[in-house]
């Protein structure tokens, strides 16, 4: 039987219920705080404990207008019971959790059998974690308790006072086999790393590097070129070696002086 279950049915031994009643009692005794009884999930235990024949409904109101309404106007509600089976299996399964001790984190204890598997650094990382944790949910059951009505049931302060406990006694349990685990494990090695001899074939040289091959030395600017300011066109100067050419040399000085000739010719 699921802890939502559980309560469902100690609700219905206090009275009958109908489903707007059931939120509200839930709400204001908390159980949300430690069940997972959402308001869409209520409905679906409801359903559940009704098929199993452990609680049993009757609906209330009538037909007004074409639709579900009781004379006030009320939508018709369904009124939720306890069935002498569901009081049985309640009364059997209340028994049976106060009666049985069980273990509370088992995966804890099956982590403590293979501490040999972690080193030094990761097994105290991992219990010092585990104690900052209980430490919170320490805390945050403090802040419940605090802000709790000064009137709740007995059942409940007994609810928190027993967590409240349990997560006590691990913390100081915890802080005591942390000093024992200290005291006895061995020291965690140090790690040397030693550096590899590369051969100078297999070794990466950047093009930085003064020693690497794809390195080559750069042509110095000539004297003749000057640097272009950004958004200018390049200038293109003739080279120093080959004298600029004249202009009788050019294709268009001797096309010039042909046709010069040849007209004065036909004069």
Do not use: C
């Amino acid at each position: 039987m699921t802890d939502a279950e559980l309560a469902i049915l100690s609700l219905l031994a206090e009275g009958p219920y109908d489903d707007h009643e059931l939120h509200r009692l839930i709400e204001a005794r908390g159980l949300r705080r430690w069940t997972a009884i959402g308001n869409s999930s209520m409905y679906y235990v409801l359903e559940k404990l009704t098929r199993q024949g452990l609680i049993s409904h009757t609906k209330t109101g009538g037909k007004t207008g074409g639709k579900a309404a009781d004379a006030d106007g009320e939508p018709a509600r369904r009124v939720y019971s306890l069935t002498p089976a569901g009081t049985g299996v309640l009364q059997t399964a209340v028994a049976d959790l106060l009666g049985s001790a069980r273990s509370i984190d088992r995966s804890f204890e099956l982590g403590l059998a293979n501490l040999g598997v972690l080193r030094f650094s990761q097994i105290e990382a991992a219990l010092l974690s585990r104690q900052q944790d209980l430490a919170a949910q320490l805390a945050r059951l403090q802040e419940t308790v605090e802000a709790t009505p000064k009137d709740d049931s007995f059942e409940a302060k007994a609810l928190f006072s027993h967590r409240m406990a349990m997560i006590e006694a691990e913390i100081a349990w915890l802080g005591a086999f942390i000093e024992e685990w200290r005291a006895q494990a061995p020291a965690e090695p140090e790690i040397t790393l030693e550096t590899a001899i590369i051969p100078r074939s297999r070794q990466v040289i950047l093009p930085q590097d003064p020693d690497s091959i794809h390195k080559h030395a750069t042509r110095p600017l000539s004297p003749n070129r000057r640097q272009t300011r950004p958004g200018q066109r390049t200038a293109i100067l003739p080279r120093p070696d080959k004298p600029s050419p004249k202009p009788d040399d050019t294709p268009g000085g001797k096309s010039g002086n042909t046709s010069g000739g040849a007209s004065g010719g036909a004069s």
